[in-house]
């Protein structure tokens, strides 16, 4: 037959155990005072008889001795609680039943003790305990004053004190037993409370650390009390013992104060100092008891750029669609028109002609430029040796689009390693030469390949510089945007199409300050 395990150990809460010892503290207090008054006796604290002051010494010491080990020992063995308890009970009875039997009876005041001991046996233990603790002092009370009365004598108001005594025994018992209950139920729902609690705070927490807007709790004197990391990022939060958000954006203070006199929904823009970002503040007033109120921060160039891409996904979709619908009629159209050629229709029809083939050709570009954005997910990166790949890829260039010799020239530092798709790497160098040049002067060395390694540790640049009027500072926010061009025959999606394919092969391709010309910067991975 299999035994059971002793759960005693987790079936009691750690709050009890802690109630158990300061029981057993409880008791050696009193220890410790009985003993110190037979010590003392016959002085002014003895309450004991002159005439049994040596059995009292031995009785308390004993007791005393009891609770010290018992004390050190519930330190020790946190198993089989109500044992242990019951122990505890029933040595007191004994001790105290001693002491009122050589001390006179319920008169020596011991039997006060033992209601307070009783009333804390119950608050600590458990069930039907309380009921026996007090049967068995009830029984121990009757049986030393039956014994009084046999060998002494006793008067009738002797009984009934003991019976009074009684009924308070299971009086207190009861009444603590109810009372222990009820702390018991309210320790634990505090204690379901508490995990609930602690649960929604580390989830609101989460949430507020992971949200992209920035989030701050102001009191009303403008002091910044809490904030998520998004918050610190765009205000620059530094120093907590400064954190006063006239500090960080006087606008958005500003904004704040008028809102506290005129309470509004309505969202407020300001540009933050630190990061130069313009943000759109919305105030909204909570319940607290400071009445706090929560600042939400957006990133206004975070939601445009959102917006623009969200529409830039829908156009992509539809010309997608649309060149595919219009590369057949395309192509007839420049058949046609080559078949035309052949034949003399006259100084007018040939300039019409010409112009039909070359803005049909136009057409085509954009056409093989929209698909061109459909294969940018498709990316198989591999290390490019730059310096074998770009004379190349040069040579190839310059001879398919008729550009003289040494106009491009090449500078090669570092490692001249990068990681890319191979194709993206010859589509996104091929639309930089021809951007370059097209705005270069075509001379010997106008166009300069420059490659380096990046500030960035491992990372490789790849530099395409023209000796042309460069990028007027007007456009260079918008010359990445699609059919965006300053030039009559372009597409205005080269450069767009060169940044969507770096991007999708982890590098950069930004527009670098230059004191001539432009340079345009590939940096990627290198190794």
């Not at 063995?77 to 009876?105: C, I, K, P, S």
């Not at 510089?465 to 999606?493: A, K, M, N």
Request: hydrophobic share 45%; proline share 2%.
């Amino acid at each position: 037959m299999l035994k059971k395990p002793d759960a005693s150990a987790d079936q009691f809460s750690e709050m009890q155990w802690k109630s158990l010892r300061y029981f057993v503290i409880y008791r050696c207090c009193i220890a410790v005072l009985l003993f110190v008054s037979s010590l003392l006796h016959p002085s002014v604290v003895s309450i004991l008889s002159p005439d049994t002051g040596s059995f009292h010494l031995v009785v308390t010491g004993l007791y005393l001795l009891s609770t010290t080990l018992s004390l050190i020992g519930l330190y020790y063995y946190r198993q089989r609680f109500n044992e242990q308890l019951t122990a505890h009970v029933l040595v007191d009875v004994l001790v105290l039943t001693l002491l009122m039997h050589t001390g006179g009876g319920l008169r020596s005041g011991f039997g006060a003790i033992l209601l307070f001991t009783l009333g804390g046996a119950s608050i600590v233990g458990q069930g039907r305990l309380a009921l026996f603790f007090a049967a068995v002092a009830t029984l121990s009370v009757l049986f030393e004053q039956s014994y009084r009365a046999m060998v002494v004598g006793a008067e009738m108001v002797d009984f009934f004190q003991a019976g009074l005594f009684s009924a308070g025994f299971f009086a207190v018992a009861i009444s603590a037993r109810l009372l222990a209950r009820r702390i018991i139920a309210n320790e634990e729902l505090a204690r379901k409370r508490g995990v609930d609690l602690r649960n929604q705070t580390l989830v609101s927490q989460r949430v507020i650390e992971e949200m992209q807007d920035g989030v701050l709790v102001l009191d009303r004197n403008g002091r910044v009390k809490q904030h998520n990391p998004q918050a610190e990022q765009l205000l620059g939060l530094g120093d907590p013992s400064e954190r006063r958000l006239v500090n960080y954006s006087t606008e958005l203070a500003r904004c704040f104060s008028d809102w506290c006199q005129r309470a509004s929904d309505e969202s407020v823009l300001v540009r933050a100092p630190a990061s130069g970002m313009q943000l759109r503040a919305r105030f909204v007033s909570t319940d607290s008891s400071e009445h706090d109120v929560l600042v939400f921060l957006e990133d206004m160039g975070r939601l445009q750029e959102q917006a623009r891409q969200i529409k830039l996904a829908a156009l992509g979709h539809l010309t997608a669609n649309i060149a595919h619908e219009i590369r057949n009629p395309l192509s007839a159209i420049n058949h046609a028109g080559e078949l035309m050629r052949e034949e003399s229709l006259g100084p007018t029809n040939d300039r019409l002609l010409r112009i039909m083939l070359d803005n049909a050709q136009r057409v085509g570009r954009i056409v093989s430029d929209v698909l061109e954005l459909g294969r940018r997910d498709r990316a198989h990166r591999e290390q490019i040796d730059l310096r074998q790949t770009l004379p190349i890829l040069v040579e190839e260039y310059t001879l398919k689009e008729d550009v003289g010799a040494g106009v491009v020239g090449f500078e090669f530092a570092g490692r001249a390693r990068l990681f890319f798709d191979r194709s993206h790497f010859y589509q996104v160098l091929w639309n930089l030469l021809g951007n370059a040049l097209r705005y270069s002067r075509g001379m010997v060395g106008s166009i300069r390949l420059r490659v380096c390694d990046s500030n960035r540790e491992g990372w490789v640049d790849v530099h395409v510089i023209d000796d042309g009027p460069g990028v007027d500072d007007r456009f260079s926010d918008q010359i990445f945007e699609p059919f965006f061009t300053t030039h009559s025959r372009g597409t205005g999606l080269g450069l767009y199409i060169a940044r969507e394919l770096c991007d999708a092969n982890g590098a950069r391709l930004e527009l670098v300050h230059s004191e001539s010309g432009a340079d345009f910067c590939i940096s990627g991975g290198g190794v």
